[in-house]
């Protein structure tokens, strides 16, 4: 949680509903909301920035 998500620590595999491999881009240097399991497919609202927040109300955003 609050860690910054590096190449490093991403593995790519099959379909598992999480992000598309075509978004890595996006989702390399955010940071985290939650504690990632290793393995665990990383959604959306598991990373700053995109999905689910308080301010937010529930809607879905994109933050710059």
Not at 9 to 27: E, H, R
Request: aromatic share 10%.
């Amino acid at each position: 949680k609050g860690e910054m998500i590096l190449e490093s620590m991403v593995d790519i595999k099959g379909p598992s509903g999480g992000i598309l491999p075509k978004y890595l881009d996006i989702v390399l240097g955010r940071k985290a909301r939650i504690n990632i399991e290793k393995d665990y497919p990383i959604t959306w609202d598991d990373i700053w920035g995109y999905g689910w927040d308080k301010e937010t109300a529930g809607r879905s955003v994109e933050y710059s």
